[in-house]
């Protein structure tokens, strides 16, 4: 019979090494044994930097919903939140707060919680909109029939971003065609405005190259560094591989520059990139992604390295032609990614390549997924690449604004983002679905009264412009 003394030596020694055992995770870097379930697509990058979220272990939803603002904020900001939290302060609306807290973002998107996570990586209930529009056939008798659980379905409502599905923008755009007269794609300025602001007039060539004699640069390097826009626009070696300290305004020569090399000039588009999951961990001060890390099918060739800048640029070349397309082919070997070469948008994209089509016509994996935007920077408006790849899959439909409806009707748009099975297949073929959102807002707009009839003014531009 075992004594009690014996029990109680047991009892501290085993007490013992679980705390030491759950300290000594706290304090290390692997924190997976505190994780009650695995991360949405989104954060898993960054699942076991706990303290993002996390910041405060007895904060509540306070603190997490401080941490969702700081990552998300400014994205909700700039698609004009449909729900924002102002509305769900209001007195006014104190009863529907009752029925659902929606001033928090927890409420409605859940971490460790994979039962309920989405394709696109977000948790979500599919009856949430019942709580707050349970009398909606009352006003709209078109939606008298339909399921509590189908108002997000696609095409349908968003509850961030409706900007390309509400009623005035679907009534002003329905009439498009399944493909516009002059198909256009928005073209790159910065280069040409650096030049301009830095009255940078000539190119450098080989002989103006910079760097230290103790290092020997291959002259391959510097003829693909001579036919790049940083050479046209005066950059030099020293500017990217020279990083300057404190200590010494001399600066420190760097074989491969980090990041905070291309921020210099790239600002925004290195803040986009660190949002989304290309370089998320960049942000954390991580370790670069690596493919392995993906949860996407990735090509099992390609060699771990980490990503950043030159993944996809190259180190010296900063070849646009090979980010859009090649680079994202030689990782990804997921089905949409491996139908793109049988598309009609690579056909176009070759086409453009060889003069065949002009003004950008051509459709990359860029185009659509590193779309171009119109932004205000520093007081002048300038082209922006949005480097955040996933920035408009949530939801899909953020792409129809910004990169549809350059090509295509808004229609046609609605129903290819709404099947899933064109969407696999890179868009060769018509689409399957059809949305009714377009016939139902056009048929109540015409069931009103004549002098109830008022359209909001919308911006024709499917890529409106933006202030960063």
């Known amino acids: 019979m075992i004594s009690k003394k014996t029990m109680w030596i047991s009892w501290a020694v085993i007490t013992a090494s679980l705390t030491s055992y759950y300290a000594y995770g706290l304090a290390g870097k692997d924190k997976s044994v505190y994780m009650p379930g695995p991360t949405t697509g989104g954060h898993y990058q ?4 706990c303290g993002v979220c996390h910041s405060d272990p007895f904060g509540g939803k306070e603190v997490l919903q401080k ?16 729900h924002p939290k102002a509305k769900f302060t209001d007195p006014r609306n104190a009863d529907r707060v009752a029925l659902l807290d929606a001033r928090y973002c ?9 039962d309920r996570t989405h394709a696109m990586g977000v948790t979500l209930p599919n009856d949430f909109c019942a709580y707050c529009h349970r009398d909606i056939a009352k006003d709209r008798p078109s939606h008298k029939d339909m399921a509590f659980d189908t108002c997000a379905a696609a095409g349908c409502h968003n509850f961030h971003d409706n900007k390309a599905l509400y009623e005035d923008f679907l009534v002003k755009h329905g009439e498009g065609e399944k493909l516009t007269v002059n198909p256009v794609m928005i073209s790159r300025t910065f280069s040409g405005q650096y030049r301009q602001q830095h009255n940078i007039s000539k190119p450098l060539t080989i002989q103006d190259a910079m760097y230290p004699a103790t290092q020997n640069i ?3 390097i510097l003829l693909q560094w001579e036919q790049t826009a940083h050479a046209k626009s005066a950059v030099n070696c020293g500017d990217c591989h020279v990083t300057k300290s404190a200590a010494s305004t001399a600066g420190v020569w760097q074989d491969k520059p980090s990041i ?4 210099q000039c790239h600002e925004l588009e290195s803040e986009s990139y660190q949002s989304g999951k290309h370089g998320m961990r960049l942000a954390r001060d991580l370790p670069p992604m690596q493919t392995s890390m993906a949860r996407q099918t990735m090509k099992n060739s390609v060699q771990d390295g980490g990503q950043d800048c030159m993944s996809c640029h190259g180190s010296h070349e900063f070849d646009t032609q090979q980010a859009a397309v090649q680079a994202c ?20 994209w070759k086409q453009s390549l ?6 950008n016509a051509g459709v990359s994996c860029a185009t659509c997924h590193l779309p171009r935007l119109k932004v205000k920077h520093q007081g002048e408006t300038r082209t922006l690449v949005q480097h955040n790849q996933n920035h408009n899959l949530r939801p899909n439909e953020k792409m129809i604004r910004d990169v549809c409806l350059a090509c295509h009707g808004l229609e046609f748009s609605i129903d ?9 297949n890179n868009f060769n073929g018509m689409p399957q679905q059809k949305i009714p959102s377009i016939a139902m807002a056009i048929k109540r707009e015409k069931e009103k009264p004549a002098k109830k009839r008022k359209r909001s003014e919308t911006d024709d531009n499917p890529g409106p412009e933006r202030d960063e």
């Open 416 to 424: 290819a983002l709404a099947d899933p099975n064109l969407i696999a």
């Open 46 to 49: 960054i699942e076991l930097a």
């Open 354 to 359: 060889t003069g065949q089509v002009v003004g």
């Open 106 to 114: 927890v409420t409605c998107h859940v971490e460790h919680v994979n």
């Open 218 to 220: 291959d002259r391959k």
């Open 260 to 263: 905070e090399s291309c921020k």
């Open 67 to 82: 941490a969702c603002v700081e990552c998300h904020g400014a994205e909700l900001k700039l698609v004009d939140d449909s």
């Open 329 to 348: 082919l030689t990782c990804h070997d997921d089905k949409h990614s491996k139908a793109y070469k049988a598309s009609p948008h690579y056909q176009a």
